[in-house]
């Protein structure tokens, strides 16, 4: 196995653990800092966003451009986009509302015996969460994989946005999970484990998706890693940061995250 594939291994897992971090942050803090969570979730998807239409959705576009040529390409890269896009979405549409890791949670909830009994029947709905955010992790993983092995700059800062964007949702998962267990260690173990299905993923790349990879496989790929990642900052990461909000923060946040994309990569032009 290459350095390269290594890094990339590395860094998809860096981003998978951060639900784990997620899940500390819930037991050994008293409250949730809603400021620097609006802040963090707007400026994930200011990277998500900038970096998927600005770099990957174009090179993307080159690579398939320059296999099929350019009426082809350019509806190849279009189809791929919105592909990644459903895909997502289709996601997201068969896991139950109750049960999805993206609904927000709070830390206060822990320590709320009130909110305690609004939430009877929680060991199902804790294992679901659990299982739902591995799934929502593994096209996330064959992104921050795929792209490292590409552009191991482009892939540094793809995981980056990924893992600021899982510690919330490692919160999301341990919360109910501690709730219908009454066990940290349970709640973070399942939190913990939810984020390995990123590096999962990664894993069915190399193994299936690489021994293919020529022009076309790649550019369909890159395409549909940024919609993919496009509808996760819209679906997800925004609604999420407004929810936290203070003021105008989460789009603090986005502009600083997209600006900071921008000068990463002229610096590296």
């Not at 951060?18 to 998807?45: C, V």
């Not at 970096?51 to 990957?56: A, D, N, P, T």
């Not at 929502?136 to 092995?149: K, R, V």
């Not at 552009?151 to 990924?162: K, M, R, S």
Request: charge should be negative; charged fraction near 15%.
């Amino acid at each position: 196995m290459s350095q390269e594939v290594l890094f990339a291994f590395s860094l998809t897992l860096f981003a998978g653990l951060a639900t784990g971090i997620g899940s500390l942050m819930a037991f050994f803090t008293s409250r949730t800092n809603t400021k620097f969570l609006s802040l963090a979730l707007g400026f994930s998807a200011g990277v998500m966003i900038y970096v998927s239409m600005i770099e990957i959705f174009v090179k993307a576009k080159d690579a398939l451009v320059g296999a099929m040529g350019v009426v082809s390409g350019n509806w190849a890269t279009v189809g791929g986009f919105f592909g990644g896009m459903i895909l997502i979405a289709l996601i997201d549409r068969f896991i139950p509302k109750q049960d999805n890791p993206h609904e927000v949670r709070t830390v206060e909830e822990m320590n709320d015996p009130s909110k305690v009994a609004e939430h009877q029947g929680l060991l199902k709905m804790g294992t679901f969460a659990a299982l739902a955010i591995g799934i929502h992790n593994f096209p996330e993983g064959i992104a921050t994989f795929t792209s490292a092995l590409q552009d191991p700059g482009l892939g540094i800062a793809i995981a980056a946005a990924i893992a600021i964007h899982n510690i919330p949702e490692g919160i999301a998962v341990s919360v109910p999970v501690y709730y219908a267990t009454g066990s940290k260690k349970k709640a973070f173990k399942l939190s913990f484990l939810s984020g390995l299905s990123e590096p999962i993923g990664a894993l069915v790349a190399y193994l299936i998706l690489m021994p293919y990879l020529n022009d076309i496989m790649f550019g369909v790929i890159f395409a549909a890693v940024a919609g993919i990642m496009v509808f996760i900052s819209l679906d997800e990461l925004l609604p999420a940061a407004k929810k936290y909000d203070e003021a105008h923060t989460s789009i603090y946040g986005l502009v600083a995250g997209m600006a900071v994309m921008a000068l990463s990569l002229l610096l590296f032009i």
